[in-house]
């Protein structure tokens, strides 16, 4: 995800000459780009799901509740001999005894991980795909500085662990479900196309056509800006309700794109012409610049596109 300090009104996630999307994220967190978090991300867990069962076992067991008898109230296994942070890739062993004991409750490993004896190992590597998703979340909620944000993180952080402790079942089960407007964004601009361009003859139509999809692809990339910064920019809005638009962008379209745990949904397929209001007059502004400032890249064909017919 993106600096905290970086991006104050909103930013173009996708370049005037490639369409290439970029950053992920609308406020500090680690990284610096969805290349970054989620190729990091995406590895760790590659390497965890080719692990040994036992390893799987011993990381699934920190996040689940001691099943010994006696109702013991130890909510995750905790190593007598943790690892050094961060740990050492060489030296780290796939050796894992389910009997170690607890360094909290004394109850060993396997007294924590019985319920996963007969999960199949599609459903583990699912399972260890959240809790990674968590993990990270984790350093998100401690490195963000700005507090909307932060919120969120610790939201999603929350009920995702929640979700490792009832077998990854609970998904977003609380919050609304998308989509949030109608006609939604996509809906509204291709009606729009139709309606405005359908007597050009084919090939202009296609140009317009074209410059839609552009237009709808910068928005699915778009950062919002965090409702602080809308608030210093433009006193007068309607903060709440952006504020809302915004947690819900966090939670469905952007931490998805890292955490792929949580689903994912295009922004201009679930937000509506209420969040299009909102970023319109500022992402016109800065893609309209980038372009001119690009524009020796860009080849003739585009150039002429971007520059003459987007605006």
Known sequence: MADSAGIQLGSPAVGAA?????????AGTEGSGAAGGSARIAAKKAQLRSSPRPKKLEKLGVYSSCKAE???KCNGWKNQNPPPTPPQMDQQSNTVNLQEPCRSCSHTLGDHVTHLENVSEEEMNRLLGIVLDVE??????HKEEDADTKQVYFSLFKLLRKSILQMGKPMLEAQESPPFEKPSIEQGVNNFVQYKFSHLPSKER?????LAEMFLNQINYWQLETPSQRRQRVPSDDVVGYKVNYTRWLCYCNVPQFCDSLP???TTQIFGRTLLRSVFTVMRKQLLEQARQEKDKLPPEKRTLI???FP
């Open 307 to 309: 520059l003459t017919h």
């Open 70 to 72: 006696g109702a013991c």
């Open 264 to 266: 994912r949904y295009e």
């Open 206 to 210: 296609q140009t317009i056509m074209e």
């Open 18 to 26: 490639g369409l290439i999307p970029a950053a992920p994220g609308a």
């Open 136 to 141: 990270y979340l984790y350093t998100c909620v």
